[in-house]
């Protein structure tokens, strides 16, 4: 049995187990094969997602599935929620079916290669966000796929001093469109941080990680800059 290898096991290894290797897959297959499912669902801003009870063949999480449960997402959970969520799920899945697998009565069906997407693997060069050329929606699910590890950041400059490196932990989308603030402007309102993305979307930071410090609401930080009325965003050159 294996959940969250994310590595290909060897034909040979796959002939020893005489009924077979199971594994536990958190997503609804064939959608999302591959190394980072739960952030790549997440970062797409999919409604739903899920767990899978699969056998493993030689091509990646592409064996016949013995069973798949479905959760619906918010548009609010994080990523290392949903895969302890979904975790638990396919484990109380495993051990109700392990006694069909053991007899021999299990009932499986093939995945449809014709719908099937990839999930690659998460690198931390994906980390900064760039609010000229993503919109609110965009990062704020970029801000919940990419919880935990490896983060999502933005440099910004407070009343002209050299730009800051802040980790976004917690956004929400305040405006989908139509705003007449310029692109990538930045306002400091009652305690958040609202940042003008690509088509003048609008995003809240509520919560921020400055460098090597701990996570705080973004009012506790704002209340340590004198001048909130000189914020500004400074692109992540590389």
């Not at 077979?20 to 997503?27: A, C, D, E, K, M």
């Not at 109380?92 to 290669?113: C, I, N, R």
């Amino acid at each position: 049995i294996s959940a969250a290898y994310g590595q290909f096991l060897p034909q040979k290894f796959l002939e020893i187990p005489r009924l077979g290797t199971l594994n536990v897959h958190p997503s609804l297959l064939p959608r999302f094969r591959g190394a980072s499912p739960v952030q790549r669902c997440i970062e797409r801003g999919e409604s739903r997602t899920g767990v899978s009870l699969l056998f493993t063949v030689l091509k990646m999480d592409s064996g016949p599935i013995l069973k798949q449960d479905v959760i619906h997402l918010s548009g609010f959970e994080k990523s290392p929620d949903v895969m302890l969520d979904l975790f638990k799920i396919g484990t109380k899945s495993l051990v109700t079916l392990l006694p069909k697998v053991f007899d021999g009565s299990a009932e499986t069906y093939e995945q449809d290669e014709k719908e099937a997407t990839y999930a690659p693997k998460i690198d931390s060069s994906e980390s900064p966000c760039n609010f000229s050329q993503s919109t609110a929606l965009q990062i704020h699910n970029k801000v919940r796929a990419f919880a935990g590890w490896p983060g999502t950041w933005a440099y910004f400059s407070f009343g002209g001093t050299e730009a800051k490196k802040l980790k976004l932990i917690t956004t929400e989308v305040v405006k989908e469109s139509e705003s007449e603030d310029n692109i990538g402007a930045v306002a400091a309102d009652n305690g958040i941080l609202e940042v003008t993305c690509k088509n003048h979307s609008k995003l809240a930071i509520l919560e921020v990680q400055p460098e090597g410090k701990k996570v705080m609401p973004t009012k506790a930080f704002l209340n340590g800059v004198k001048d909130k009325k000189m914020i500004k965003w400074v692109p992540f050159d590389k």
